[in-house]
Antibody, heavy 119, light 107 residues
Framework: EVQMVDSGGGLVQPGRSLRLSCRAS????????VSWFRQAPGKGLEWVGF??????????EYAASVKGRFMMSRDDSKNIAYLQMDGLKSEDTAVYFC??????????WGQGTRVTVSS | EVVLTQSPEFQSVTPKEKVTITCRAS??????LHWFQQKPDQSPKLLIN???QSISGVPSRFSGSGSGTVFTLTINSLEAEDAATYYC?????????FGGGTKVEIK
């Protein structure tokens, strides 16, 4: 069974950094991209970005709202993907989800980890 | 950026009724349109991919259709457990985007 487990959320002050983790199991992690999404309180879903597999250079794509502040990486030896978030703003407050990407579709989602940016 | 417009935003439905949700794209996206169900305090669940492809484990009362710019999610014979918010999502071009969601309430 495919499982994605998000962790690392918490309360952080504006301008500070936070690193989220996504631990995957139940499939060949290294062969698939991983995507991140977020959902602000009471709002809809927003795509944050994704990291391709090493076979595609582990290259990344980001939403304009986070480009230059967020960085995705992956450690295939540990089956973990990371979302490094720097220069956090209040508008980054949301529940963050990681997903497996299967045939360009986010088919398996983590349970989400809550990030609150506030002084 | 591809803008996805869902309608209606809210629907109150009695059990066994049929529900139809429409997602319109601001430009052609082929069939790269996927549907998700999200219940309160849960992560989204994939229902349909590539416009009409069913997903293993998803009840057969959920079906999708459409291509290009107009897509439809149909729930035949609604059940109480289908109370949720439904989102369409396109992966045709970056940035990937979502519709605003359709909340389905059970009367």
């Amino acid at each position: 069974e495919v499982q994605m487990v998000d962790s690392g959320g918490g309360l952080v002050q504006p301008g500070r950094s936070l690193r989220l983790s996504c631990r995957a199991s139940g499939y060949s992690f290294g062969g698939h991209a991983v995507s991140w999404f977020r959902q602000a309180p009471g709002k809809g879903l927003e795509w944050v970005g994704f990291i391709r597999s090493k076979g595609y250079g582990a290259t990344t794509e980001y939403a304009a709202s986070v480009k230059g502040r967020f960085m995705m990486s992956r450690d295939d030896s540990k089956n973990i993907a990371y979302l490094q978030m720097d220069g956090l703003k209040s508008e980054d407050t949301a529940v963050y989800f990681c997903t497996r990407i299967w045939n360009m579709v986010p088919d398996s989602w983590g349970q989400g980890t809550r990030v609150t940016v506030s002084s | 950026e591809v803008v996805l417009t869902q309608s209606p935003e809210f629907q109150s439905v009695t059990p066994k009724e049929k529900v139809t949700i429409t997602c319109r794209a601001s430009q052609s996206i082929g069939n790269s349109l996927h549907w998700f169900q999200q219940k309160p305090d849960q992560s989204p669940k994939l229902l349909i991919n590539y416009g009409s492809q069913s997903i293993s484990g998803v009840p057969s009362r959920f079906s999708g259709s459409g291509s290009g710019t107009v897509f439809t999610l149909t729930i035949n014979s609604l059940e109480a457990e289908d109370a949720a918010t439904y989102y369409c999502h396109q992966t045709s071009s970056l940035p990937f985007t979502f519709g605003g969601g359709t909340k389905v309430e059970i009367k």
